[in-house]
């Protein structure tokens, strides 16, 4: 069964500090992997989309990585900011239907 | 601003009763996509239009059916509504089907 799990569920920081949330997936055949954050009450917006064979993109303070191998993902933010503050969600399409498998989401909260 | 317009951004209503949601794409994209988000969980896939064509569903109940026009834009109804439909429903597009989503603002659905 297609999952995309993602860990921890939520994560309290301070302001300034780093931090790495985690996706894991079992969707196949694989096409691509996406990483959306999305404030209360607001639509997701998307932070970065990686293929097979990308490993690293970056948005800004964002990193993600992607292991096809292990089938893992995982977001850094860097000098979190206040505005940081929101549910970050992967996301991973599946080549052969077209269908978009959604993880449950990571809430963040920066603390000054 | 994502380019995508929901209207309406409210809709209060009783329970039993049929509403529309409309959903207007970037301009430009062909691929239209529902979600349901209750309070405090996850965005839900309902279906996905591709130019004008039924491309994926998710889990959309018989009571809630969709579609999107030779313009492009997409239209969700749900019908004999109950007080679990409350909710938030967000329309998003994109150009196609390995592209990332921009999503709506999403109207909020309350049932009374």
């Known amino acids: 069964k297609n999952q995309v799990e993602q860990s921890p569920q939520s994560l309290i920081i301070l302001e300034g500090k780093n931090c790495t949330l985690q996706?894991?997936?079992?969707?196949?055949?694989?096409?691509?992997l996406r990483w959306y954050k999305q404030d209360t009450g607001r639509g997701p917006v998307s932070l970065t989309i990686?293929?097979?064979s990308e490993n690293t993109k970056s948005n800004g303070r964002y990193t993600a990585t992607l292991d096809a191998d292990t089938k893992q993902s995982s977001l850094h933010i860097t000098a979190s900011q206040l505005s940081d503050s929101a549910s970050y969600i992967c996301?991973?399409?599946?080549?052969?239907?077209?269908?978009?498998?959604w993880g449950a989401g990571t809430k963040l909260i920066i603390k000054p | 601003d994502s380019g995508v317009t929901q209207t309406p951004k409210h809709l209060i209503t009783a329970t039993g009763q049929r509403v529309t949601l409309r959903c207007s794409p970037r301009?430009?994209?062909?691929?239209v996509y529902w979600y349901q988000q209750s309070l405090d969980q996850g965005l839900q896939f309902l279906i996905q239009?591709?130019?004008?064509?039924?491309?994926a569903k998710g889990n959309i109940l018989e009571r809630f059916s969709a579609q999107q026009f030779p313009d492009l834009h997409s239209e969700l109804n749900l019908s004999s509504l109950e007080l679990g439909d409350s909710a938030l429903y967000f329309c998003?597009?994109?150009?196609?089907?390995?592209?990332?989503?921009?999503f709506g603002s999403g109207t909020q659905l309350s049932v009374l």
């Open positions: 239009y591709y130019n004008g064509e039924e491309r």
């Open positions: 301009s430009g994209d062909l691929s």
């Open positions: 998003a597009s994109s150009a196609g089907t390995a592209e990332k989503l921009f």
């Open positions: 996301v991973v399409s599946a080549s052969s239907n077209y269908q978009l498998i």
């Open positions: 990686m293929t097979f």
């Open positions: 996706c894991n997936y079992t969707v196949s055949p694989f096409s691509n």
